[in-house]
């Protein structure tokens, strides 16, 4: 983050706890869009991933008084909206452990042109991650996009470290396959590590 972003982002939070109501929606501004695709990320549920986001600045309006921030207001408000989407999980109660609903594949209908672009790499590896069976796709992302430990991902979700790992495995699994034919065979760890 730059000095300028710090220096915007402490401003705008002194006059927020003053009940700037453009203040607010100048971090609603900078920040809605992307909390939304933190979200969604995780849930692959547009219209909950968006609700979610809006309930962060809902409580951000509500306690502006006195919500501290040592960090920047972008990582705060992240770990925000990820913790308001594992809540969320939770309320809906995942069997993590049926294997039921989990596919052998996932299919993807990518042009032939797109094989050849490496700009197009990252949409097609987000893509096959939103193609993940529910479970696998909360478990994968929250290990890849949000850095979590397999023991915080079991606390957060209430499973066991094991069925994070089998989660893990299976999401693995299923890339590889669906990524397959878009790359060649010994880059796809390297191409999950770059991209995400």
Not at 66 to 79: F, G
Request: hydrophobic share 45%; glycine share 2%; proline share 3%.
């Amino acid at each position: 983050m730059t000095t300028d972003t710090a220096q915007i982002e402490k401003e705008w939070m002194l006059a927020l706890r003053n009940g700037d109501k453009r203040a607010f929606r100048s971090i609603y501004d900078q920040y809605y869009k992307y909390l939304v695709v933190t979200a969604f990320n995780i849930l692959g549920d547009r219209d909950a991933a968006r609700d979610l986001a809006q309930e962060v600045f809902l409580v951000l309006w509500k306690k502006r008084e006195v919500i501290l921030i040592s960090s920047s207001l972008k990582p705060y408000l992240r770990r925000a909206v990820v913790n308001k989407t594992l809540n969320y999980i939770k309320a809906r109660r995942i069997d993590f452990d049926d294997p039921a609903s989990l596919p052998e594949t996932i299919s993807t209908s990518q042009g032939a042109d797109e094989k050849l672009q490496a700009a197009d790499l990252e949409k097609i590896i987000h893509k096959a991650i939103a193609a993940l069976p529910e479970r696998c796709r909360i478990v994968f992302t929250l290990c890849r996009l949000e850095k979590l430990s397999h023991k915080e991902i079991a606390e957060q979700l209430g499973i066991s470290t094991k069925t994070v790992e089998n989660q893990m495995t299976r999401a693995l699994s299923m890339l590889r396959k669906s990524l397959a034919p878009f790359v060649a065979d010994g880059t796809f760890i390297w191409l999950l590590a770059y991209f995400l």
